[in-house]
Structures are given as C-alpha cells and as structure tokens.
C-alpha cells in the first residue's frame, strides 16, 4: 500500500465511511454483469465496503451505490448533455451530492470533483491520471495535497483478456472513502467511453 499522509480535516460526506488510517481499497468490475457497470469494493484485507449496480438499460449510466447492507447512498449519472465528459451523484430524493466533471490534459485523465463536504465547506478535489490511466493521483486542488492514490492492475491473465478493470486504491486518514470510490468509478467510465 502507497504511504500517504493524514488529511488535515475530514472531508467528505458520510461520517461513517471516512477512513481512520490510510485504507487500501480494491474495487474489482463485474465482469459477469449485464450492464457491465457493476464494481465489487473491499478493503485490502477481503472485507467488503460497498457494491456499485449499473442498470443496464440507462441512458445515463446510472450506477447505484450501496453500502453492504443494501442501504443506497447516491446514484452516480452521465450528464446526456455536456462539453466535457460530466457525472453527479444524486440522493435518495433527487439532491444533487457531488459532481465530477472532465478536464481537457494532455498525455492523461485529469477530472474536477466538487462537492460540500459534512463541514459545509465548499470542495474540490482533482484526479489526474497518466496517458494509459493505470495511475492517477486525488489531490485536494486548493492545497495540492495527496487524498488518495489509484493504481489500475491487471491481478491476472484472465482479467487483461476479459476487459474486468481492477483498481488499488489508498485512501488518506480523514477522506470519504465513498467518495473516492466514486471518483475512481467515473474515471473507468470516461475510460470505457473513449474506447467505444
């Protein structure tokens, strides 16, 4: 797991998901899933943390993400119509949560997280990636600190030829896993859509 330093405050929106010590998440795609949008996300240590469930019939890629109970969070959507590649999460009653929208970057993935974090303050955080995307770095984009860390693998052969993703991802003390994760979701899926 990459080392990474303590954010200074929490950030994020759900208490109960912001990590306690660097966590390293590893979010495994589906690969038997009808809509081909479905992740599984445990800790590194096997103990599951959330599942993600895309429709498979959605004209905005609407993926539903759960904590292990069931209990739906938000729904992470393709905006239909956008200059750059834009997704948003919405709750339970339709409130806009997050949005993450795409940047043009030369040589790489470099997407905009915005949000209001459980404080009430306004925050940004920015991914930017490497030209084939197997890393990106999550920096809080006021400060240029480190929030986390994705590292796309390929864990074996099978994985490379079936097109699964699997991403490693580590996670700074006091920063919204869920967050994260989704984050690193949107990135898979601007990835995928620029291959189709």
Same mark, same amino acid.
């Given at each position: 797991?990459? $080392?990474?330093?303590?954010?200074?405050?929490?950030?994020?929106?759900?208490? $109960?998901?912001?990590?306690?010590?660097?966590?390293? !998440? /590893? !979010?495994?795609?589906?690969?038997?899933?009808?809509?081909? @949008?479905?992740? @599984?996300?445990? !800790?590194?240590?096997?103990?599951?943390? +959330?599942?993600?469930?895309? #429709?498979? +019939?959605?004209?905005?890629?609407? $993926?539903?993400?759960? *904590?292990?109970?069931?209990?739906?969070?938000? /729904?992470?959507?393709?905006?239909?119509?956008? !200059?750059?590649?834009?997704?948003?999460? #919405?709750?339970?009653?339709?409130?806009?949560?997050? #949005?993450?929208?795409?940047?043009?970057?030369?040589?790489? &993935?470099?997407?905009?997280?915005?949000?209001?974090?459980?404080?009430?303050?306004?925050? &940004?955080?920015?991914?930017?990636?490497?030209?084939? @995307?197997?890393?990106? *770095?999550?920096? *809080?984009?006021?400060?240029?600190?480190? /929030?986390? &860390?994705?590292?796309?693998? +390929? +864990?074996?052969?099978?994985?490379?030829?079936?097109?699964?993703? &699997?991403?490693?991802?580590?996670?700074?003390?006091? /920063?919204?896993?869920?967050?994260?994760?989704?984050?690193?979701?949107?990135?898979?899926?601007?990835? #995928?859509?620029?291959?189709?």
């Amino acid at each position: 797991m990459a $080392q990474i330093a303590p954010y200074p405050q929490q950030i994020g929106l759900f208490a $109960q998901f912001i990590a306690r010590q660097p966590e390293a !998440l /590893v !979010l495994k795609e589906k690969v038997m899933s009808l809509s081909g @949008d479905s992740f @599984d996300i445990k !800790l590194a240590n096997g103990q599951p943390v +959330f599942q993600v469930k895309g #429709e498979t +019939f959605s004209l905005s890629n609407r $993926q539903h993400f759960c *904590d292990m109970s069931g209990t739906e969070l938000f /729904v992470i959507r393709k905006k239909l119509i956008a !200059l750059h590649t834009t997704y948003y999460a #919405e709750d339970a009653n339709g409130n806009a949560l997050f #949005e993450v929208k795409s940047k043009f970057n030369i040589g790489g &993935t470099k997407m905009i997280c915005t949000f209001k974090s459980m404080s009430g303050k306004d925050e &940004t955080l920015m991914v930017k990636g490497n030209f084939f @995307d197997t890393k990106a *770095d999550i920096t *809080d984009e006021g400060t240029g600190q480190p /929030v986390a &860390t994705i590292d796309r693998k +390929f +864990f074996n052969a099978r994985e490379m030829f079936t097109g699964q993703d &699997t991403y490693a991802v580590t996670v700074a003390p006091n /920063v919204d896993m869920a967050i994260i994760a989704a984050m690193c979701i949107c990135m898979d899926d601007k990835k #995928e859509q620029g291959q189709s």
